[in-house]
């Protein structure tokens, strides 16, 4: 019989990046077509059974428009053992700052393991990011994985998340 494992997951990216429609998608399967700022962060609970019958249950933070600032980044972050790291395959600025999000990652929690993931794969003609560019910063930052995804045609969202679930267990079961 498998156990169940509570994981606290949070996303970090520059705004408009894709964050909130990534979780929309993969908790409630749908896309909002329409940006809604939030203040503070919202938390959403979803659970993913694995092959070896282990549970994982996500508590996973979505943060606000608000992200800006340091303090609450710190707030969102505190306690959190798994991470996206996104950005926008359309938008160089949003990945040349990753390893700033990387830094805000190992600044505030303790350890989180994490995947990189660029986000809003269906916009092919406006791609500025190769998907080699992409697996090479992951490797170069020691991310456990890397997925080209889209929020709107739901493409390797669930993976993403399924990945994350497995390299949080191999933390948890190793101790
Ligand atoms: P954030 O939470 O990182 O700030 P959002 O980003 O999820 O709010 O998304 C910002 C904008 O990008 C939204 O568009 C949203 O619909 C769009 N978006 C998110 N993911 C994708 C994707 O995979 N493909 C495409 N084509 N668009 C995406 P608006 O126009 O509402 O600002
Ligand atoms: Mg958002």
Redesign the pocket.
């Known amino acids: 019989m498998g156990l169940t494992y509570r994981c606290k997951l949070i996303?970090f990216?520059?705004?408009?990046?894709?964050?909130?429609?990534?979780?929309?998608?993969y908790v409630n399967n749908k896309?909002?077509?329409?940006?809604?700022?939030t203040l503070g962060y919202n938390v959403f609970e979803k659970s993913i059974k694995m092959k070896d019958e282990n549970i994982v249950n996500f508590m996973i933070f979505?943060?606000?428009?608000q992200?800006q600032f340091e303090e609450l980044r710190k707030k969102y972050a505190a306690g959190a053992k798994a991470a996206l790291l996104?950005y926008?395959v359309?938008n160089r600025e949003s990945f040349e700052n990753i390893k700033k999000w990387q830094n805000d990652l190992i600044n505030f929690t303790e350890n989180a393991t994490f995947i990189l993931v660029g986000?809003?794969?269906?916009?092919e003609d406006a791609r500025q990011i190769q998907k080699d560019e992409g697996e090479a910063l992951a490797s170069d930052i020691g991310a456990y994985g890397f997925f080209e995804?889209?929020?709107?045609?739901n493409?390797e969202i669930d993976e993403a998340f399924h990945k994350l679930a497995q390299a949080y267990l191999e933390i948890v079961i190793s101790k």
């Open positions: 996303l990216g520059n705004a408009a990046v894709g964050k909130t429609s990534i979780i929309d998608m896309f909002e077509e329409e940006y809604i700022s979505d943060i606000g428009g992200e996104v926008d359309t986000n809003k794969v269906d916009l995804t889209s929020a709107k045609t493409t």
